[in-house]
């Protein structure tokens, strides 16, 4: 929002306001064209709504008033003809008609068909997102929990769900759309400046939807093209004991680590862990201590997770598994 | 031409705006649903659903404005104000026509609201 | 037609009098001891109904404020996930099942009668029944929060998270079952309500004399006819799928979850309505009193009124903007979703301008209707705001709905109804409320609903989203949520000053003066306290405010001056209308005291409970003795052949004691009931063709039912059909045996039907468990052959009441009401048959 509200508005929108709107996940500090849009027309909608209550409410309080003309009945009648009926009609007409035209403008069907563009996959599982980046020249690029896409182009996003319905949302790009088992909805996203934001499950999914989460992040189209091409590269470090570890415990079982053996695909791709900028789909800080953490007991960090606990593990062996993940980047 | 009595004798008449509105909600939406889900199936373009509801609008604002002047005419062509309050059968018809015929401009204005879509949308999406 | 001055002054007259009223209270009674239970006085059962209906609010408003405290600061571990999972799913629940709708049939139970001069309403033993599955059923879903058993996956129970055992126990088909039973107890009420409503007017209280709040009744329960029952069809699909694995919202296996979420918000958003338009009814009623003049716009009313209720019906997909349908699809619902707005401004309007031409009087009630605008309009706006599809993505399933739904909800349900309870609390208890705890009460709800609240838009709007029991301290939530945790006890502390005003003992304050607000309307009429018989005689309307313009009403009616100022044949009667003019068509002989009820209503709800633990033959036992105590309470308490054909009302009118057909209450009972069930059916019908719409092949290349079986079905229905018009043509001409004869002929052609109907799939060899497509064939023709088996009942009954001398010639009730449900039947049959036998022929 920041300045370009007020600018907009030609209204000075108090800096508390302006500061009590920001945040990592404020649809109100928007990045994004659908967002911005919405958070204008969010401003715009609030402002006549403001002028609409306090006229209703002003004329209660006044009809509460002792010392004060009593309508005629025919006068009163005009009033629910006029500010009851016809006025509302006109309003609504007009505000419909304006968020009609909106749709397609800030969810254009072409995005959806182009094939010469890059195009996003995200599966919602429980407490996670797997996200499968689609290139035009070359092979997808498997990721986990964090979305990253260029600014000033327009992403294509296709949504999928693993068992129950998730909803997928970047309040700072634009508006949520669910991800619903048997069905692949599309939409797209347009970011207009860089930024890291923080995406939330907006559907509830079981006991650890308040801890699905993910992080996006806006780059230059540049840094875009580079981070992409050095993520669809193998993990950086192909051996010591904390993979062995790992691979000793059957962890690749489920999770892949691009260049060694562990190939697993029922949890998220681990091969770049150590660059994501989160854990555990936003639930903790992507420390060394808090990989650790989450490998001994992922029911105390994420009630319902999937994941067995290794709790059972020595904790020299956890650490050097979470030593060798974190390093990951 | 008195096709239709002009003492109607029924509290059904009071939901012909309504009901109206609802066939014609219900074949837009019904319609652009089925066309959207199964328009490989159907091989016809989005225009056919725009100008099937275009149709459909023209059909139900006719019927609504037929309603509403039957119901006008109940009324006594606004030779009387409301309340119509009084214990007389006069009074409860004009009661009638007056309720219809404001249940018909709403419904007037809501079909007119329904239909505008098609002409903001123009194609399925997605 | 003014009743003059009494014309008995003497003492033979006041002696007389006296004996009417001796006779009138003891047929009106209510029975002593703990067989008070049994009564059936709509005063009472309103009045348990209405005190059940806030027990449950208060325990629903606990659950709130756990949850507040959860969220009062970041990474909370007040509750655990799993509590808060069950504590928000049980909040939702129980406010919407178990107190927004129940506080309605409550309500309206306990004044609608007295509103209409009636001595109760036309079954008041339906009430009763209504009343007892909504405890048996409420008080089973709460009580599982304490055995750790409650649902848990959100009041809406998406699958299939909620078709999932792991994660899903018990508590989905305690939800599931638990609530179809209330359901059945609404549409009960929504049934009584409506005949209520049409046919128990005063004599002369034409349509447009009725009192507004009588034609909110008549829209919301006509409403909950068409919401409730694709709920309940989409009750069944989900608890085939729990039970028996019939895959309706499994993709796996041709399901979608996304037919759960039609199903649900079909009922889902006119439910908001039903909630809404009564609690606004009571404002209707409270506003002109204290503005001490007649309403301004009736006619706005009647039109915002129906209005709503229509529109109300093109909203649901607004809930699924996120969904991913079509944009055109979304448009269509949003235009609705926008124009549903007018109606509503214009109620508000309509209160304003009357309040305007009026001298607004000072009081708790109009305290809280004030309130409840200023709440009420925000919400409103609000609502404006997120039926627009693109601001919706962004506010959907976020703290701003949060805000929006309860500032729709408090301010357009809560506070209207709070402003009821202190305005009509004088008609039940016969004293006034204290002013100076109402306006204590008030106030802290009012700042503390507004302080918990309000933030709320902005931190949704700021990413919280709904339904987590925590949040990251990164987001810049935590004086938000801190604020909102504050407010949400202030208001706690309001609600409950309010419910000690009301539940403070007051046996020593002095009863309230008659009519104490001045109001216009007839349910004023009643004494302080109140006599049982509720009106001493049934007046005549000349008026839509008869205490304000009818000189002396109250004097003549005490006097006994009107209709029914006596009981000489010991029986509870009241008066049957015509719809539109009012005019006393029947003395209507309504059942009293009964055990039936009580027990019916038990039985029916085992059979539910039972499912839930998938006891089967407990189930099917309490399912025979559930059938059994209805035939019982419908055989003595229905249709009864009167001693004389008709009675003299008072002042020189002779009424019908018994009428039959279009004309008798029970016909009209039957007809509503079978239009609700019609919706349940077409909603199943929508799900069939919803998965054609979903599938390239929505047969999945299985073989269907064919053609030859459903043909037959048919054509067998259609004979069963035609027995029993020959039946009811032979009645008529009084050959009582022929007549016993044909009904059993319609009695085999039924079953006959029934079977084909089955013997499509059974023969095709369908299996259920393997594709929707049998399955939702199946579950049609199940549907079908259930409604012929429960037509063969009635036909039973129809020949054992012929056999008893209780059904003949002149006094067919029950024969007339059948043959109305083989109507029914005929087209509830063609329209399956046709679908499950040729749609796949078209496809």
Known sequence: MRARASAAFGLAVPAIATAACSGPQSALDPHGVEAQAVATLFWWMTLAGALIWCAVIGALVYAGRRRRRVFSARAAGRIVLWAGAVTPSVLLLILLGYGLALMPDLRPASALTANDRLHVEVVGEQFWWRVIYHRPDGPPVVSANEVRLPVGTRVAFSLKSADVIHAFWIPQLGGKMDMIPGRTNRFSLQATRAGTFRGPCTEFCGPSHALMAFAAVAMDEEAFAGWLEREAGPAVRTEGPGLDAFLANGCGACHTIRGTPADGTIGPDLTHLGARKTLAAGALPNTEAAIARFVAAPEAVKPGARMPAFGMLPEREIAAIAAYLAGLE | MRLVPKEIESLWTLFTGPVVWAAHFLVCYVGGAVYCARREWLGFGFEWVRIGVGAATAVALALIVAAAWLSWRQWGFGTEDPPHDAATAHDRRSFQGFATLLLSGLSFVAVVYTALPVLMIAECNP | ?843
């Open chain 3, 1 to 843: 037609m003014s009743a003059g001055a009494p014309h008995e002054d003497d003492e033979a007259g006041a002696a007389r009098r006296r004996a009417q009223e001796e006779r009138l209270r003891r047929v009106w009674d209510n029975p002593k001891g703990w067989r008070y239970w049994t009564a059936v006085n709509n005063t009472e059962v309103g009045l348990w109904y209405t005190a059940m209906a806030f027990a449950f609010m208060l325990f629903a408003g606990v659950l709130a404020l756990m949850m507040r405290v959860q969220l009062a600061v970041p990474d909370n571990d007040f509750l655990s996930a799993d509590l808060f999972n069950q504590a928000f799913t049980l909040h939702g629940t129980v406010m919407m099942f178990l107190f927004a709708v129940p506080v309605f049939e409550a309500v309206a139970i306990t004044i609608l009668p007295q509103m209409l001069g009636a001595r109760d309403l036309p079954f008041p033993r339906l009430s009763a029944f209504g009343f007892w599955c909504f405890v048996i059923g409420g008080v089973f879903v709460c009580g599982s929060i304490f055995f750790g058993a409650a649902p848990d996956t959100g009041w809406f129970m998406y699958p299939p998270l909620s078709t999932d055992h792991e994660y899903a126990g018990i508590g989905a088909d305690i939800w599931l079952l638990g609530l179809s039973f209330i359901e059945v107890a609404s549409i009960a009420a929504a049934v009584e309500l409506i005949v209520g409503v049409l046919k128990c007017r005063p004599p002369g209280m034409r349509i447009n004399l009725t009192p507004l709040y009588g034609w909110y009744v008549l829209v919301v329960a006509g409403m909950i006819l068409f919401a409730f029952p694709p709920l309940i069809a989409g009750d069944i699909l989900f608890e085939l799928e729990r039970m028996f694995d019939w895959p309706f919202f499994d993709p796996a296996r041709g399901g979608d979850p996304i037919l759960w979420q039609h199903l649900f918000w079909i009922f889902g958003h006119p439910e908001v309505y039903i909630i809404f338009l009564p609690a606004i009814a009571l404002l209707a009623m409270i506003v002109p009193t204290f503005a001490q003049r007649p309403i301004i716009g009736y006619s706005w009313i009647v039109l915002a009124a129906v209005g709503t209720g229509f529109l109300s019906f093109g909203l649901w997909v607004h809930h699924m903007f996120t969904t991913g349908l079509p944009s055109i699809s979304l448009g269509f619902f949003s235009a609705a979703s926008e124009a549903v707005a007018i109606p509503t401004g214009v109620q508000i309007f309509v209160f304003l301008a009357t309040l305007l031409a009026g001298r607004v009087v000072s009081s708790v009630p109009m305290l809280f209707a004030g309130g409840a605008l200023a709440i009420f309009v925000i919400g409103g706006l609000t609502g404006v705001m997120v039926a627009l599809a693109p601001f919706d993505w962004q506010a959907h399933d976020t703290y701003f709905v949060v805000a929006h739904l309860h500032y729709t909800l408090i301010g357009g349900m809560l506070f209207p109804t709070f402003a009821g309870l202190y305005y009509f609390y004088p008609m039940i208890g016969g004293r006034m409320l204290s002013e100076r705890l109402g306006r204590i009460g008030f106030w802290l709800m009012f700042v503390g609903f507004n302080v918990a609240f309000f933030p709320m838009h902005l931190s949704g709007l700021r990413g919280m989203p709904r339904r987590v029991f925590t949040y990251p301290e990164e987001l810049g939530l935590t004086v938000l949520n801190m604020v909102s945790t504050v407010g949400a006890f202030v208001f706690a502390a309001g609600v409950l000053v309010i419910v000690w005003a009301v539940v403070r003992p007051k046996g020593g304050e002095p009863y309230a003066r008659r009519n104490p607000w001045n109001a216009g309307t007839l349910e004023w009429l009643i004494e302080m306290p109140g006599e049982n018989w509720g009106v001493r005689s049934v007046p005549i309307i000349e008026s839509r405010y008869p205490l304000w313009e009818q000189e002396n009403l109250m004097r003549d009616v005490d006097a006994g001056l009107y209709y029914l100022p006596d009981a000489e044949e010991g029986r509870r009667e009241t008066l049957v209308t015509s719809v539109l003019d009012g005019k006393p068509i029947q003395c209507l002989r309504v059942p009293g005291p009964a055990y039936v009820t009580i027990v019916a209503a038990a039985a029916l709800g085992s059979v539910f409970i039972f499912m839930t633990y998938k006891w089967w033959l407990a189930a099917l036992a309490g399912g025979i003795v559930a059938t059994a105590a209805i035939l019982y309470w419908l055989w003595t308490g229905t249709a009864e052949i009167p001693e004389k054909p008709e009675k003299d009302i008072g002042r020189g009118v002779s009424l019908p004691l018994y009428v039959s057909g279009p004309r008798s209450v029970g016909w009209w009972a039957m007809f509503i009931t079978m239009v609700g069930d019609g919706t349940a059916l077409a909603s199943l019908l929508f799900g069939y063709f919803f998965y054609w719409t979903v599938h390239p092949d929505f047969t999945d290349a299985a073989a269907g039912p064919g053609t030859a079986w459903p043909s037959a079905a048919v054509a067998l229905t259609a004979a069963a059909w035609a027995a029993m018009l020959a039946a009811r043509a032979l009645n008529r001409r009084g050959r009582a045996g022929t007549m016993r004869l044909a009904l059993l002929a319609a009695m085999a052609l039924a079953v006959l039907g029934a079977a084909a109907g089955l013997a499509g799939p059974w023969t095709h060899g369908m299996q259920p468990t393997t594709h929707t497509y049998p399955a939702i064939v199946w579950t049609l023709v199940i549907w079908i052959a259930v409604h012929g088996a429960v037509g063969v009942v009635m036909q039973a009954y129809c020949v054992a009441r012929s056999l008893a001398g209780r059904l003949t010639r002149e006094h067919d009730i029950d024969l007339e009401n059948v043959v109305l449900y083989w109507h029914f039947m005929l087209v509830s049959a063609v329209l399956t048959f046709a679908t499950v036998g040729f749609f796949p022929l078209a496809t």
